[in-house]
T-cell receptor, first 113, second 113 residues
Framework: SQKIEQNSEALNIQEGKTATLTCNYT??????LQWYRQDPGRGPVFLLL?????KEKRKERLKVTFDTTLKQSLFHITASQPADSATYLC????????????FGTGTKLQVIP | NAGVTQTPKFQVLKTGQSMTLQCAQD?????MYWYRQDPGMGLRLIYY???????DKGEVPNGYNVSRLNKREFSLRLESAAPSQTSVYFC????????????FGSGTQLSVL
């Protein structure tokens, strides 16, 4: 069956370090992958989208990689700040349209001052 | 620019009661969605509307009905609430018919006793 795995354990890192979050998937052929940020009591907010033919995407301090051979995406936040503390969700869309978007359960990131 | 607005923010129902969750977007988006979010389960799609006048079932449609009232508004109705429908509900929208980034509302926390 199709499965998306994100580390359910919280990730604690020191301010200024690079945070790396992992999204693994099985039995998908995603057309693209998205990352969202979710703060407590709020809806997810879109961060980055990477397509299947792209290896890497950057936006300011954020970097996403997409390895369709390993079936994995890595999400990096460089020079992390306490304000980056949140839950980060990955979402996959298989070719076939909007109804096929599936979200992972998210990884909670805590940046310690 | 409000984005996606959901009402109410909190609701407590008794088993068997009915209610409608309201959602409106002011971004002139074509597609709208209803998700539920449960601990350890991730976001799951209940219903979506690709365009005004159309609606389709998502992953977990049982016990719910939807209405795409016009391009702006997409409501979710629980006809006879059950404790299993206790969850946080999110409305989202996207610009086109192909999946693009989703814009989420702030959510409705629903408890069914």
């Amino acid at each position: 069956s199709q499965k998306i795995e994100q580390n359910s354990e919280a990730l604690n890192i020191q301010e200024g370090k690079t945070a790396t979050l992992t999204c693994n998937y099985t039995n998908y052929s995603p057309a693209y992958l998205q990352w969202y940020r979710q703060d407590p009591g709020r809806g997810p907010v879109f961060l980055l989208l990477i397509r299947e033919n792209e290896k890497e995407k950057r936006k300011e301090r954020l970097k996403v990689t997409f390895d369709t051979t390993l079936k994995q995406s890595l999400f990096h936040i460089t020079a992390s700040q306490p304000a980056d503390s949140a839950t980060y969700l990955c979402a996959l869309e298989s070719s076939g349209g909007y109804q096929k978007v599936t979200f992972g359960t998210g990884t909670k990131l805590q940046v310690i001052p | 620019n409000a984005g996606v607005t959901q009402t109410p923010k909190f609701q407590v129902l008794k088993t068997g009661q009915s209610m409608t969750l309201q959602c409106a977007q002011d971004m002139n988006h074509n597609s709208m969605y209803w998700y539920r979010q449960d601990p350890g389960m991730g976001l799951r799609l209940i219903y979506y509307s690709a365009s005004e006048g159309t609606t389709d079932k998502g992953e977990v449609p049982n016990g719910y009905n939807v209405s795409r009232l016009n391009k702006r508004e997409f409501s979710l109705r629980l006809e006879s609430a059950a404790p299993s429908q206790t969850s946080v509900y999110f409305c989202a929208s996207s610009e086109g018919t192909a999946t693009e980034k989703l814009f989420f509302g702030s959510g409705t926390q629903l408890s069914v006793l």
